[in-house]
């Protein structure tokens, strides 16, 4: 009996996911504490956002900021996790310079997407990517959560697979922001 495409789909969603939980697991195990991990772009990509509701972020819109890009997924125990910690970056830090993009993977479905968001009151901008342009111009993620820290001069300072150290996190983003007054 033939497979459905739905069935396909699902088996290859599944699939994914463990590839990417298995690269998760080697990556905690062999590359410290921290998760700190280096490779990827050097500078923010010049690339538009395409957000839940239809607007559009660009470089413009990002440059002069400190920038924390998170690439996650609905279906990520992780990245559902570590939200409300994200949520409270944006709400300390955004008054100073600081913006946080989530970006959906593109196997999630919007939908998803937007209930996730719509009934957690994501408080900052959420884009998906559907065809995976948004992934290829960040040069690929392995695995979900994949965090980036941007400065304010668009030059990737750290990046992280899995749940970052929160509180070293904090950290870096002070010493990139303009001190409170």
């Known amino acids: 009996m033939p497979e459905s495409p739905r069935r396909r789909l699902a088996w290859t969603?599944?699939?994914l996911a463990a590839t990417g939980s298995a690269a998760w697991a080697w990556h905690r195990l062999s590359g410290g504490p921290s998760g700190r991990l280096?490779?990827?772009?050097?500078?923010?990509p010049e690339f538009t956002y395409t957000l839940i509701d239809g607007r559009r972020i660009g470089a413009a819109e990002l440059r002069d900021?400190?920038?924390?890009?998170?690439f996650w997924a609905t279906s990520c125990a992780v990245c559902v996790a570590e939200?409300?910690?994200?949520?409270?970056?944006?709400?300390?830090y955004q008054p100073r310079g600081f913006e946080v993009l989530a970006v959906a993977m593109p196997y999630d479905r919007p939908d998803h997407v937007l209930h996730f968001a719509a009934s957690r009151r994501l408080p900052f901008p959420v884009a998906l990517d559907p065809m995976g342009l948004t992934v290829a111009a960040w040069g690929g993620v392995e695995?979900?959560?994949l965090t980036w820290l941007a400065g304010r001069d668009g030059r990737i300072?750290?990046?992280w697979l899995g749940r970052p150290d929160f509180a070293r996190l904090r950290a870096d983003i002070e010493a990139l922001l303009p001190r409170a007054g």
């Open 13 to 15: 969603a599944l699939g």
């Open 38 to 44: 280096s490779g990827g772009p050097s500078r923010l």
């Open 65 to 70: 900021r400190v920038v924390l890009v998170n």
């Open 83 to 92: 939200m409300p910690e994200l949520v409270r970056l944006h709400n300390d």
């Open 143 to 145: 695995a979900t959560p």
């Open 157 to 159: 300072r750290q990046r």
